[in-house]
């Protein structure tokens, strides 16, 4: 091995360690099928077969993407700049436990995929959903600032193990209807993009800190 790549290798070690921190996640995570890409993976789901132009087996094939794919449990990375639906939340200076909010829409293609089905829009049309929440303690050597300048600088990123359940339908505002796909969030791990800090993990529909 030449001087850099032991270099490279010395400088992802710790980072993939990290990341690796949890054995409940990883167990999960390997056990799941990764996803190529979430917006092809929608638009096949959801199969939109509506228009003059589609082809005559739209509905035939989408029927059986859902098929193949109805119950089997996948994985998928949310990059740092796609890590929108990610959000400081409270904070206790006694405590120096922090928590994350996570809204559970994860938009791809022409659709999102969601944790449940949303059953009503906001003013601009936009599904709403509830919160999932995590917690954890802040590392030593971080502060409040540090912490929310990791989201105001898009420096978080999520991996996500998922089941897909259906698709859900809405009207959309100014006419038409918006398409998703309702899955069962199974794990959602959350790190520090650059160096692969835990932050927090949702697991089996709960905090995975609250015991």
């Known amino acids: 091995m030449n001087r850099i790549l032991l270099a490279a290798a010395l400088f992802l070690a710790p980072a993939l360690a990290l990341a690796d921190a949890d054995p409940r996640f990883a167990k999960l995570r390997d056990e799941a099928e990764p996803l190529g890409g979430l917006g092809t993976f929608l638009d096949k789901f959801v199969g939109a077969c509506d228009g003059p132009f589609v082809d005559s087996q739209c509905k035939a094939n989408a029927e059986a993407f859902r098929k193949k794919y109805q119950g089997k449990r996948l994985y998928m990375i949310v990059t740092e700049d796609d890590a929108t639906m990610l959000t400081p939340g409270p904070y206790s200076l006694g405590t120096g436990e922090y928590s994350i909010n996570i809204t559970p829409f994860f938009p791809g293609?022409?659709?999102?995929?969601?944790?449940?089905?949303?059953?009503?829009?906001?003013?601009?049309?936009?599904?709403?959903?509830?919160?999932?929440?995590?917690?954890?303690?802040?590392?030593?050597?971080?502060?409040?600032?540090?912490?929310?300048?990791?989201?105001?600088?898009?420096?978080?990123?999520?991996?996500?193990?998922?089941?897909?359940?259906?698709?859900?339908?809405?009207?959309?505002?100014?006419?038409g209807k918006s398409h998703g796909v309702t899955a069962r969030i199974e794990a959602i791990f959350i790190t520090e993009g650059r160096s692969g800090q835990a932050m927090g993990l949702w697991l089996n529909g709960k905090d995975a800190k609250k015991r």
């Open 109 to 175: 293609g022409s659709s999102a995929l969601t944790h449940g089905a949303p059953k009503k829009t906001d003013g601009n049309g936009n599904p709403i959903l509830p919160y999932l929440t995590v917690t954890g303690d802040m590392p030593a050597g971080w502060n409040l600032q540090m912490f929310n300048r990791l989201f105001s600088t898009r420096s978080v990123r999520a991996q996500i193990v998922f089941t897909p359940q259906s698709v859900w339908t809405l009207p959309k505002k100014g006419g």
